[in-house]
Each structure stands twice: as structure tokens, then as C-alpha cells.
């Protein structure tokens, strides 16, 4: 695996509160890698130390390598999760003066703003001021701000506050365009079905730890429970006293049946089949929300 980016224990604590408890992971190059976790997990604090806003304690953190320094960090795009836009600015002004502080000269800076613009459907606003937009808009404004200067990895915090459906479908598929092209891009949500979608590898962290880590097929078969989905007159007492079932919950209006490990589908089908009254019954295939709860929910009865 090329690694692009690398965390090797780091750790930060504000305090008493320790944000960021030795974390490492290793970012693979062209890649959309998911930093995941509840509110509060550290996942900002994480991306703030990669950018050298805030100063780790401990450990390394690593780019192609070697140590983000100011010169490597000019490599990086980041999306913050506040707005960071000049609001009295106007817009393509705004996009220019990003460009140029990001290596860019005022010309080139100008050109790829105003094209971006275009791209993402805002042609008709860049002489008006920033605070004169919706947020959905800004939101857009500063995505093109942090991806004007091509660069090598992005960093996305919560990318799609303030979006709309359609234009969150807009920023997925340009996030999916720049893995295509090579970039590689960090992407930080608590927001599951987004991270499933897009990410390659994903990082589960929480209290400022990881509790899970891998490829999205590593994770689901690690961490993923056999289930079956099923419809059932029977009480949950009844269906937790048939064999193979570890336990019995219910998810989004299903009743979902969790199985022993080890424990094979079908016989399980056959066992449930045989015993209770079953009006319907099928195969569950654990979601990352799924894996993410359980092993949020384990972790805190792990430390309690």
C-alpha cells in the first residue's frame, strides 16, 4: 500500500480533556478515506493537527513520508467545518484571493474560480458578496476555494452542511472525480450512509481513540454480525430461545436476528422455521451505521 498520509500515535489533550488518545492511521493514495466517529470523537481535532492549526502533544504525522510542514501543508486543500469566507467579499474576488495564497497568480486564480463557478451551478453570482448567498451556496463557494489549486489531498470536514439533495449529489460526484484523477481525500463525517457510500478505507474512532479501522470490506467482514431479517407473531423471548441466536433487536420497523458465531444461515433459517410461527424471513446484510453503533455501544461498556 502507497501511503499518502500517516498518523503515528498522536495524541492532544486541552486540559483535563484528552481530545486525541494515540491515534495512527495510514491514508492509501488515490483514495477517499472515511475519519469517522460521533460528535465529539476528535475527528476535528485530528484534521486540525494534520493542518498545523493545533500542535500535537505526541506523535508524527507524516505526508509522502516526511513531516507536514508549512511548505507540504501548501500540498493539502481543507474544507473546514465553520465557514471561513470573507463575508463583505464578493465571490469570484473571494475565489481569486484563494488561488493566490495557495500559489497561484492572479490571473490563473481568477480563471479557475470563475470556472468553478460555473461547474457547480453559481456562473451568475461572482460579483455578489459572500453574506448575500444561501449557505448551501457559500458551502459551494468554499469548496471551490479549497480545491482551487488542484491539490494533491484534500481534506473534507463535514463537506455537506448546508447542502441541498442535488447539490450534495454535485459534491459527491466531484469528490468521486478527483479519486479518479489520482487525489487522495480525508473525508470527516458522523454521518454514516455518506461515509458508505463514498469511502475506500475508514477509521472509526471515538473518545479520541480508534476502535476500528480497515477497508470497507475489511470492516463489514470483521465487525459484521450474520443477521436475518425476519416477520414473526412470536415474542423476542421466543425467538432469543432458539438456537444460534445471540440476540434479538429491532432496526428501522424490522425485527433483526442476530446469530452465534459460527452459527450458519441456513441451518438457522431451518431451526427458526421449525420452531416458530415465521410469516417472512431473509438475510441481513449489517450497514456501516450497524457496525458503527455496536462498536461505539462496545467500546463505552469496555471503558465504563
Not at 495564497?101 to 481568477?110: D, H, P, S, V
Not at 456562473?123 to 448567498?133: F, M, N, S, T, Y
Not at 476555494?145 to 442535488?166: A, K, R, Y
Not at 450474520?226 to 416477520?231: D, F, G, N
Request: aromatic residues 4%; contains cysteine; hydrophobic residues 40%.
Amino acid at each position: 500500500m502507497d501511503t499518502h498520509l500517516e498518523l503515528r500515535d498522536v495524541s492532544k489533550s486541552f486540559g483535563r480533556v484528552e481530545a486525541v488518545k494515540m491515534l495512527s492511521l495510514a491514508v492509501p493514495r488515490g483514495t477517499i478515506y472515511g475519519l469517522l466517529g460521533p460528535n465529539g470523537a476528535g475527528k476535528t481535532t485530528t484534521i486540525r493537527m494534520i493542518m498545523r492549526i493545533t500542535v500535537p502533544d505526541g506523535g508524527e504525522i507524516l505526508l509522502s513520508g516526511a513531516p507536514v510542514d508549512d511548505l507540504a501543508r501548501e500540498r493539502i486543500g481543507y474544507l473546514p467545518e465553520e465557514r471561513g469566507l470573507y463575508r463583505k467579499m464578493k465571490v469570484l474576488e473571494q475565489l481569486e484571493f484563494l488561488g493566490e495564497i495557495r500559489g497561484l497568480n492572479r490571473k490563473e486564480a481568477r480563471r479557475r474560480g470563475g470556472a468553478w463557478l460555473e461547474r457547480l451551478g453559481l456562473g451568475d453570482v461572482g460579483a455578489r458578496k459572500v453574506e448575500e448567498l444561501s449557505k448551501g451556496m457559500q458551502q459551494k463557494v468554499q469548496f471551490a476555494g479549497t480545491v482551487i489549486h488542484d491539490p494533491e489531498i484534500v481534506i473534507l470536514d463535514e463537506p455537506f452542511t448546508g447542502l441541498d439533495p442535488i447539490a450534495t449529489r454535485m459534491i459527491k460526484d466531484l469528490i468521486a472525480e478527483m479519486r479518479g484523477r489520482g487525489a487522495t481525500v480525508l473525508f470527516s463525517t458522523h454521518v454514516l450512509p455518506q461515509a458508505e457510500e463514498l469511502c475506500d478505507h475508514l477509521c472509526l474512532i471515538n473518545r479520541g481513540r480508534t476502535i476500528l479501522q480497515g477497508s470497507l470490506d475489511e470492516v463489514r467482514a470483521r465487525f459484521a454480525r450474520p443477521a436475518l431479517k425476519i416477520l414473526s407473531s412470536a415474542s423476542d423471548a421466543e425467538v432469543s430461545r432458539v438456537p444460534g441466536v445471540a440476540a434479538v433487536r429491532h432496526h428501522n420497523g424490522a425485527r433483526l436476528v442476530e446469530l452465534t458465531a459460527g452459527t450458519p444461515v441456513a441451518s438457522a433459517i431451518r431451526d427458526l422455521a421449525a420452531t416458530l410461527p415465521i410469516e417472512g424471513i431473509e438475510p441481513y446484510q449489517a450497514s456501516l451505521e450497524d457496525i458503527f453503533l455496536r462498536a461505539v455501544e462496545d467500546d463505552h461498556v469496555a471503558v465504563a
